[in-house]
């Protein structure tokens, strides 16, 4: 089977960075898009940034120009490096992808992760 499983949270200062990681494994015949969602407590949960096979990125438009991600499609893996963080970024962060994997080649399939904590605070 597919899991994903993600890296790199923790706690940081309000202004300060974190690189999160994400890594797909398992009957993996190819992987799609790739993308980070974040869920604050009482929130929904949203998208903060994906990623194409081909490299074209998609961000929410109030975190552009502090998050940038990235994919080494050789890893399978989906990085997120964020920079400026504010308390308000504090969220678990989720890695998803759309993957199609070696068991059902006929059909895209979609996987999450289990989250990071980030926390941001003082």
């Known amino acids: 089977q597919v899991q994903l499983v993600e890296s790199g949270g923790g706690l940081v200062q309000p202004g300060g960075s974190l690189r999160l990681s994400c890594a797909a494994s398992g009957t993996i015949f190819s992987v799609k898009t790739m993308g980070w969602y974040r869920q604050a407590p009482g929130k929904q949960r949203e998208l903060v940034a994906n990623?194409?096979?081909?490299?074209?990125?998609n961000y929410a438009d109030s975190l552009k120009g502090r998050f940038t991600i990235s994919r080494d499609n050789a890893k399978n893996a989906v990085y997120l490096q964020m920079n400026s963080l504010k308390p308000e970024d504090a969220a678990v962060y989720y890695c998803n992808a759309d993957i199609l994997t070696l068991t059902q080649l006929d059909r895209i399939l979609n996987y999450w992760g289990r989250g990071t904590q980030v926390t941001v605070s003082s």
């Open positions: 990623i194409t096979s081909g490299g074209s990125t």
